[in-house]
């Protein structure tokens, strides 16, 4: 299904009219109305609006998924309202290092400082996708098991999913392809906890570009 189409259905679904879903979605009938037409394209504010009252993903918005509830099964929060910025990318596959280099600011209402576009795949089995955001909330550790932003050697960030065992620090991508980073207690000195994941969402403008 189509951006337009399952905005009418979701409006439907809650018995509103199009004057109602526009009131709703703090937007004007008629500009509302373009887009379920699909006359008009949503920038990612009313993107992400919608996303929160419907109650389902961006992903299921657009039409690039059947699943409603991504942030459920995942255990990660959906996001809303307030500004956070999005300071760079982070890979999810091999770590590269990304300078936080200013890309844009975002509306969401959740416990977070900063932003980062993960790039690869390797956290997809936590529902991370290429070019999605990954919101964090800065703290220099993390419980056993938790999804964080890691720097590896004071340059490379990574989003990591951190396990702690007595003699060890594992690394673990949520993708078999990758394999964990091990380290030791005499490396762990290499490792940096920048913040703990506490959200993602997709993400639809990149620097320089339009909305798409």
Not at 17 to 33: C, H, I, K
Not at 106 to 123: E, K, Q
Request: aromatic share 10%; glycine share 8%; with cysteine.
């Amino acid at each position: 299904m189509s951006l337009g189409s399952n905005l009418q259905f979701l409006r439907r679904e809650h018995n509103w009219s199009g004057a109602e879903a526009a009131r709703q979605l703090d937007t004007v009938y008629s500009t509302y109305m373009g887009y379920e037409k699909e006359e008009r394209e949503p920038g990612h504010d009313f993107l992400i609006k919608a996303a929160s009252i419907y109650g389902v993903t961006i992903d299921y918005l657009l039409g690039l998924t059947d699943e409603r509830t991504d942030y459920a099964r995942y255990g990660l929060l959906p996001v809303t309202k307030h500004k956070i910025p999005v300071l760079g990318n982070v890979h999810c596959g091999d770590p590269v290092y990304s300078e936080e280099d200013y890309l844009d600011l975002v509306d969401a209402d959740i416990d977070a400082d900063f932003a980062l576009r993960a790039v690869g795949d390797s956290m997809t089995g936590a529902g991370i996708k290429d070019k999605d955001l990954v919101f964090v909330r800065r703290q220099s550790d993390v419980d056993n098991g938790e999804l964080a932003v890691v720097l590896i050697n004071g340059e490379e960030a990574a989003v990591k999913r951190v396990y702690k065992y007595d003699n060890y620090i594992s690394l673990s991508a949520e993708n078999p392809v990758y394999a964990p980073l091990i380290f030791n207690d005499a490396d762990n000195s290499q490792i940096k906890v920048l913040g703990k994941v506490v959200a993602h969402t997709h993400y639809y403008k990149d620097k320089g570009e339009k909305n798409k």
